[in-house]
Structure formats: structure tokens, C-alpha cells
């Protein structure tokens, strides 16, 4: 049996990571500009609800890959179970979204079986039939095209934040969902799963979030917050920041976004006092709508934003919080 490009579905007690379909993306459009055949394969334990939704999108098959092992994620029975599924199928290339999960797997993984892995991709394209992914380097200010000569199965994970996860391509029809068997008696699992890095406390995954307000150096105090956070609160968004409020610690790292924070492509981005840095930039310039508020018409942030209001926040905020109370009758 052999798979063009095999791509793994990311997925929490029966909920799947939306990252996955933004990898979906790159892997749907590059099993179309080389005429190769894409599958996914879903690990855990009654899985059955998030192979069923990813079967909704354009893909040739979906595999279960079930075992009690796999019930809680451990980098040990994800690299037994991975390294067996794709000894089966035999892709070309395998497909991930850029975790915290892949990225304590994933190199273990390719270790395993002697392969190659480039990681945190932003891109890709296709030159004389080779593909070609693009990388950032030097906190993003540059980007690089890397080749891999490597014999396949090539390993690859993409940027969150990198592709639009509602431009995943759907099916008429659903793919068919087929369960693979693998033994998993000979994989010693070292290592016990405790709490959730993303559930400890004050941490927030924002790659998730529909909706964030942002926060930079335009609010000049850490007392200032208080109206961005009843902005985010009236709009139903998380709160976020640029690097020098977390530096301050006037919130909390995990609310950082950029090259040094976390990457993300909400539907909207509502950047507040925040100039553009390209440090920031790298984090958030795939959202669907980006509306900049900064007293400087200048500032960087205006070059990629959809809706740029130039004025004092402190103007502006107050009213964008009136109105949107007012819309949900508050």
C-alpha cells in the first residue's frame, strides 16, 4: 500500500486541534500541484466523532489508529504508533501543524527511522517538479526555501497561523474512514501524562481564538489595561499582547504574540496601540481581518491591516466598547 502524502490529525479527548485544518490547507494544495493522493490518519482512543469530521473534508481516506495506549498523548506511544502507520502506507511526505505535541514527537519520530524533518514552515512552492518549503529565520526577518534530497518519507510541519483553516477544501461525498491495526505489545511507554500544558493555570491557547484584541506600547500603563480587556471582553475575544507588555509583565507570556510568542490567523485581529514590529507581524498577519488603532499613521501596522483607525485609543476604545454593548443590548 502506498500514500502520496499522509497527514496527521491533531485531536484532544475527541476534539479536534483546528491547527490540523490549517495544515490540511497546505497539504490539500500540494497533493493538487503534484498529483498525489492525501489521507490523514487520526490517533487515540474512540476517535470516532473527530474521524468522521476530518472524512467531511477533500481527502482519499481516513485511518483510525486505536489502542489504549494512544488513549492520552505520550511522545513514546505516538512514535510507536506513527512509526508503524507510515512503515504501512508509505508516503511521499507526512504533514503536521507545528504543536507543542509535534514538536515533542515529531523528531523522535524521524530519528527513529533515520528520515528527515523541517519544521515551522510558513510556505511552500514547487520548482521543476521539486518541492521547496519555506522557512523564517532570524526571529523572521528572513525567509529561506529549503530542499530535501533525503530518500522519503519527508516530514513536515507547518507554522500555525501559516494557512487559513477555513479554506479547507470539503467533499461531496465523505472519504472513507478505515480503521489501520498496529501492534503496540512491544512499545514502552516511559513516561505518565499529567496536567495539560494547556491547562495550567493562566495559560490560554490563542490559535484557537475566533476573536483577539491586542495590546501594545500605545497604553503606556499597566493601569491602562482595564479598557482593553472590557474592549475584549464586549467583543467575546481573548486578550493578547506585543512582546514588551509580557516583558513588563503586565500579562502573562502565554498572551504573547509573534516570532518569540505564539502564532495565530483569527477571523479578527483588532491591533491596539501596537506599532507592527515584524517580530509581531510574524504572529498575526494571517488573520482574516486586521483592524490597527495607533495615533501614528506611519506605523508599520497599517501596511498589512484590512481597517486602520488612526486616533488616540483612549478615544477610541471607550466608543468601540459603547458600541459593541449596544449591539448585544447591554
Given at each position: 500500500m502506498s500514500e502520496g502524502i499522509l497527514l496527521f490529525v491533531e485531536q484532544r479527548d475527541g476534539v479536534l486541534n483546528r491547527t490540523t485544518l490549517e495544515a490540511l490547507v497546505a497539504a490539500q494544495r500540494i497533493a493538487t500541484e503534484t498529483g498525489q493522493k492525501l489521507s490523514a490518519a487520526v490517533f487515540g482512543s474512540g476517535v470516532s466523532a473527530v474521524a468522521a469530521e476530518i472524512a467531511a473534508k477533500a481527502l482519499e481516506a481516513v485511518y483510525v489508529v486505536e489502542d489504549a495506549k494512544l488513549a492520552e498523548y505520550t511522545p513514546d506511544a505516538y512514535t510507536g504508533a506513527l512509526k508503524q502507520v507510515v512503515q504501512q502506507l508509505d508516503p511521499k511526505y507526512v504533514i503536521f501543524s507545528h504543536t507543542y505535541q509535534v514538536r515533542d514527537?515529531?523528531?523522535?519520530?524521524?530519528?527513529?527511522?533515520?528520515?528527515?524533518?523541517?519544521?515551522?514552515?510558513?510556505?511552500?512552492?514547487?520548482?521543476?517538479?521539486?518541492?521547496l518549503l519555506t522557512r523564517q529565520i532570524f526571529q523572521g526577518k528572513i525567509n529561506?526555501?529549503?530542499?530535501?534530497?533525503?530518500?522519503?518519507?519527508?516530514?513536515?510541519?507547518?507554522?500555525?497561523?501559516?494557512?487559513?483553516?477555513?479554506?479547507?477544501?470539503?467533499?461531496?461525498?465523505?472519504?472513507?474512514?478505515?480503521?489501520?491495526?498496529i501492534d503496540m505489545s512491544g512499545v514502552e511507554v516511559r513516561s505518565k501524562p499529567e496536567e495539560k500544558f494547556q491547562e495550567a493555570k493562566q495559560a490560554v491557547d490563542l490559535t484557537q481564538a475566533e476573536r483577539i484584541v491586542s495590546v501594545g506600547r500605545g497604553i503606556k500603563s499597566e493601569e491602562n489595561l482595564r479598557l482593553v480587556k472590557d474592549l475584549a471582553e464586549a467583543l467575546g475575544a481573548e486578550l493578547a499582547a506585543s512582546r514588551p507588555i509580557c516583558d513588563n509583565e503586565w500579562l502573562p507570556m502565554d498572551r504573547q504574540i509573534g516570532s518569540s510568542g505564539q502564532t495565530v490567523a483569527p477571523k479578527l485581529y483588532l491591533a491596539?496601540?501596537?506599532s507592527g514590529a515584524?517580530?509581531?507581524v510574524v504572529g498575526m498577519k494571517n488573520a482574516q481581518t486586521i483592524?490597527?488603532?495607533?495615533?501614528?499613521?506611519?506605523?508599520?501596522?497599517?501596511?498589512?491591516?484590512?481597517?486602520?483607525?488612526?486616533?488616540?485609543?483612549?478615544?477610541?476604545?471607550?466608543?468601540?466598547?459603547?458600541?459593541a454593548r449596544k449591539s448585544q443590548g447591554q
Open positions: 514527537f515529531a523528531p523522535r519520530l524521524t530519528a527513529a527511522l533515520n528520515k528527515s524533518l523541517v519544521g515551522d514552515c510558513i510556505g511552500y512552492k514547487i520548482e521543476g517538479g521539486a518541492l529561506t526555501d529549503v530542499s530535501v534530497s533525503s530518500e522519503p518519507p519527508i516530514f513536515i510541519s507547518f507554522q500555525a497561523g501559516s494557512y487559513r483553516a477555513d479554506q479547507a477544501a470539503a467533499s461531496e461525498s465523505a472519504s472513507r474512514i478505515e480503521t489501520l491495526s491596539v496601540g501596537i515584524i517580530q509581531h483592524v490597527a488603532i495607533n495615533k501614528d499613521a506611519e506605523a508599520p501596522i497599517f501596511d498589512i491591516a484590512d481597517y486602520g483607525i488612526v486616533g488616540d485609543l483612549f478615544e477610541i476604545v471607550p466608543a468601540l466598547i459603547a458600541e
